[in-house]
């Protein structure tokens, strides 16, 4: 009896596997993942003729990848553990070579590029950071 109640069980659970697959064959069996809200590509896309490396952003000038140019970070405050909090839309090279109004429109590119609850410092921070750095 025990035997016969067992394959009554089985023949029920995979007759309901049959009709949930059957029912569901239109619809696709992948998971919908949540697009997120703010990728670097989506924010600053690149040229098309550039040769980019998959995983890494760029300088916003030249558009060189941080794996090929050392980047030059502009450091806004300090964290109370020790850490500097910063900025740096280009790289080493580019800015030394751009003067300091031309600097200024790729730092403002990439801090409004950033989604608002992103940002832990003010424009008026960075700015104030970009003009003592043009002093010196």
Known sequence: MRKVVCWIV??????????LALSCKDK???????????????????RKDTDKTPGYSWCLYC?????????????IKEESDGIGIGIGPLCEQCYVQ???????????????????????F?????ES????????
């Open 10 to 19: 089985a023949i029920i659970i995979g007759c309901t596997f049959i009709l």
């Open 28 to 46: 696709p069996l992948k998971a919908e993942w949540p697009q997120p809200l703010w990728t670097w590509d989506s924010a600053f896309p690149a």
């Open 63 to 75: 558009e060189r990848t941080w794996d090929k140019v050392k980047g030059h970070n502009t450091y």
């Open 98 to 120: 751009l003067p300091q109004d031309k600097r200024i429109f790729y730092y403002k590119k990439l801090y409004y590029g950033w989604p608002e609850r992103a940002r832990s």
């Open 122 to 126: 003010t424009w008026e921070e960075v």
């Open 129 to 136: 950071v970009l003009n003592k750095e043009n002093k010196e």
